[in-house]
């Protein structure tokens, strides 16, 4: 794998993933990075925190803001190892984020079935590592039945 390429650095974010996986959270995981440097992660902590809105890109958009000290991201790129949500498109919407990078699509509740809720700026790219992500989901949830 080579260093600092997308699929580097969505295995990070599969890690993060895992760790949700482990706790038996929605295995979603996410990482922000800026100049080839982790500046926040996270993964889903709902269930731990009895809170709807505590998915893996809000997380990651707290921690990223939190060392930058500042609100805007439009020089980071967010790696999910899922399509996110529309709560956290406009979050993404609102961080002016410069890229977002995400594996598997999520057909039922992804953003892009509402159309563009991104930052006309925002780059995107999809697909990384998308099977690895896909079977994680897939395997939780096997779990679960």
């Known amino acids: 794998m080579e260093l ?10 599969l890690k993060e993933a895992e760790k949700a996986y ?3 959270e929605v ?10 440097k982790i500046i926040g992660k996270g993964y889903n902590l709902t269930e731990r925190l009895n809170d709807v809105t505590a998915h893996a890109e809000m ?16 020089e980071c790129t967010m790696y999910v190892t899922l399509e996110p949500c529309v709560m956290c498109a406009g979050a993404i919407f609102w961080s002016q984020l410069g890229t977002l990078v995400y ?11 509402a159309g563009n809720l991104l930052h006309p700026k ?13 079977m994680l ?3 939780f949830f096997l779990k679960l039945r």
Not at 59 to 74: M, P
Not at 103 to 113: L, N, V
Not at 122 to 132: C, F, P, R, Y
Request: glycine residues 10%.
């Open 22 to 24: 482990e706790e038996n």
């Open 59 to 74: 997380q990651a958009i707290t921690a990223a803001a939190n060392y930058l000290g500042a609100k805007y991201l439009n």
């Open 122 to 134: 925002t780059e995107v790219i999809k697909g990384i590592m998308a099977d690895e992500a896909g």
């Open 4 to 13: 600092f390429s997308h699929s580097y650095f969505m295995n990070m974010a």
């Open 103 to 113: 594996g598997a699509s999520d057909e039922k509740r992804g953003f892009s079935k």
């Open 27 to 36: 295995p979603v995981g996410c990482i922000i990075v800026s100049d080839n």
């Open 137 to 139: 989901m897939k395997n």
